[in-house]
């Protein structure tokens, strides 16, 4: 029988906390609903502890295999009777007007589409506020989620729509669908504490925080591009990966961006602290490369540059980065994490300037040093190395531009790319 809100909870390995997750929900002021517990093929007495509950308002589902948080949640949505879903955590648990406030706010404000709250730390009782506003919401998303999670409500509706949870994200598939959900239309919290959140050795942000945070990487550079693509001015050119591959410089575009869009000089004063705090750091220590390196530093400052930005002649303020980048070529070429998408992007990005072309000497110390990447990799592919396509696509544009054509047309013969 249909409800009006379907709260969904994932749990595994939780025997120490999740009864007060249900109790939690059971003692709601809000009667309206039913709990979906999806039992991730626990290993200690949590499926015990869930169906002791004979409440009719609790539909238990055990996985038969560990497939994980997030994939639990999608399938707790797919037996969701709800027109709201609420996600709530095992190890965390609602005040008693949860729902009740969420849902009297979701029924009063037709487009918004899924709203959070504040929450309360336990243990320790620290209060955290939720961000209200949409607008800050959006730029708070460019750094970091803002959101916590178990506090969201979001309308079944557009979580259909979105498909859910992109299982592909392990461990931070809920920062990836809250972007989702922002870029899809308004998101909000309630300032209130509608839940408490349980910090514990055993949560997922502890015990995978390297694996989260690579994903967490991933998913904001992909908001980051969303956000600057979907706010830039007719005449601002696209974003791509390259440009926001340092996560701080990514934002400071994003924020120069938002600035021009909204009118607001705040976002470019934002913009220009985190660029100093960038400058402040900059050395030879900075590894070569695209991601959280020199190349991505180097190619989100051109893109400030040639969009006016940030001001300065690019060949003056580059000349010192350049001949640092070259001086280390030799070295780095041969080795096996060396970012060939990020030098080769870097070169192309550099020699489309048309002023680099009347000065002869500068020109030669591209040219040489292009050649010289060239031959480095027309060496590992035919010692059997096969490049990616980012790699390939690259080498498509030098050839369009008639730059080394005979040795583009090779590695683009052998990759069946001519």
Same mark, same amino acid.
Do not use: M, P
């Given at each position: 029988m249909p409800v009006q809100v379907s709260v969904i909870m994932p749990v595994y390995n939780m025997v120490e906390f999740v009864g007060q997750a249900i109790d939690s929900i059971l003692q709601q002021s809000f009667s309206d609903f039913e709990l979906i517990v999806i039992d991730d093929a626990s290993e200690d007495e949590t499926d015990m502890v869930v169906q002791s509950y004979k409440d009719q308002l609790i539909i238990f589902e055990r996985n038969n295999c560990n497939i994980g948080n997030y994939a639990s949640r999608n399938r707790g949505m797919q037996l969701a009777q709800g027109k709201y879903i609420a996600v709530m955590d095992a190890d965390d648990i609602a005040m008693p007007d949860r729902l009740e406030k969420q849902v009297s706010y979701l029924e009063k404000h037709s487009d918004v589409?899924?709203? !959070?709250? !504040?929450?309360i730390s336990l243990p320790g009782g620290i209060l955290r506020e939720g961000l209200s506003s949409y607008r800050k919401i959006q730029l708070a998303l460019l750094s970091n989620n803002c959101f916590v999670h178990s506090s969201l409500m979001i309308r079944k509706d557009i979580l259909l729509k979105l498909n859910g949870y992109n299982e592909r994200y392990y461990y931070s598939a809920d920062y990836d669908l809250v972007c989702r959900l922002v870029a899809a239309g308004k998101v909000e919290n309630l300032i209130e504490p509608l839940v408490g959140y349980r910090y514990h050795p055993f949560q997922i942000s502890v015990l995978h925080k390297e694996k989260q945070q690579f994903?967490?990487?991933?998913?904001?550079?992909?908001y980051q591009m969303n956000f600057i693509n979907r706010y830039k001015k007719e005449d601002q050119s696209l974003v791509g990966r390259a440009e926001v591959s340092v996560s701080s410089i990514g934002q400071a575009i994003a924020y120069y961006t938002y600035a021009l869009y909204s009118g607001d000089v705040r976002y470019k004063q934002e913009a220009d602290e985190l660029l100093d705090q960038v400058f402040s750091v900059l050395s030879a220590a900075i590894p070569a490369r695209l991601d959280c390196g020199l190349l991505g530093i180097t190619c989100g400052m051109i893109y400030m540059l040639r969009n006016n930005f940030i001001k300065g002649d690019e060949?003056?303020?580059?000349?010192?980065?350049?001949?640092?980048?070259?001086g280390e070529l030799g070295v780095l070429v041969d080795r096996e994490d060396f970012d060939w998408?990020?030098?080769?992007?870097?070169f192309r990005l550099r020699i489309s300037r048309r002023c680099l072309f009347g000065k002869g000497a500068q020109k030669g110390i591209f040219s040489k040093n292009l050649e010289f990447l060239f031959d480095c990799? &027309? !060496?590992k592919i035919e010692k059997d190395w096969l490049p990616d396509n980012e790699v390939l696509f690259e080498?498509?544009?030098?050839?369009?531009?008639? &730059?080394?054509k005979e040795k583009?047309?090779? &590695?683009?013969?052998?990759?069946?790319k001519e």
């Open positions: 589409l899924a709203v !959070g709250s !504040g929450c994903f967490a990487d991933e998913i904001r550079l992909k060949d003056e303020i580059f000349d010192e980065i350049d001949s640092l980048l070259f998408y990020g030098w080769l992007y870097y990799l &027309i !060496g080498i498509e544009q030098f050839h369009i531009l008639n &730059i080394s583009t047309a090779y &590695i683009l013969g052998v990759n069946g």
